[in-house]
């Protein structure tokens, strides 16, 4: 799947329950705001790239009352308990990952979002060197798009 999800703009049981039982695997507390997020990010069971502020946006679309600074500070703890990753396009902005596994993506440069790109697609057949004393940890891999 590559296709892009908008985020959510509405809450409903269906979501929120789904949102409480994504929280409750990653044992987080499930407060009201982190339980209205979880909903608006994975409550359709779709993945979803969103920044800090799209998902802000898609909050106090859904109603929900919870400022910029508590949207990225709960968007963190679901990268730290394992929920999200974060994915650093141009090093001014983070994207946040629903989706666990290692898998390449598309940057669209026009909109300025983040989608999947097919996995089975890349193949990366040598890497340089780790410097001495260091090792690699990861290798993310970020396409860059323009519309023609
Ligand atoms: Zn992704």
């Not at 979501?15 to 994975?42: D, F, K």
């Not at 983070?94 to 909109?111: A, C, I, Q």
């Amino acid at each position: 799947m590559y296709s892009m999800s908008k985020i959510a703009q509405v809450t409903t049981e269906e979501t929120l329950r789904c949102g409480a039982q994504w929280l409750a695997s990653a044992n987080l507390r499930p407060t009201r705001q982190r339980l209205a997020l979880a909903a608006l990010l994975i409550g359709d069971g779709e993945h979803r790239h969103v920044t800090a502020e799209g998902l802000h946006a898609g909050a106090q679309g859904a109603g929900e009352a919870v400022s910029l600074a508590t949207v990225y500070n709960t968007l963190r703890a679901f990268c730290e308990a394992g929920l999200m990753q974060e994915v650093t396009v141009d090093g001014s902005k983070s994207y946040f990952d629903t989706r666990m596994d290692d898998h390449p993506h598309f940057f669209w440069e026009d909109s300025h979002t983040l989608t999947d790109a097919p996995a089975h697609q890349l193949e990366i057949t040598r890497l340089p060197s780790a410097p001495e004393g260091a090792e690699i940890t990861s290798v993310d891999v970020v396409i860059r798009l323009r519309r023609r």
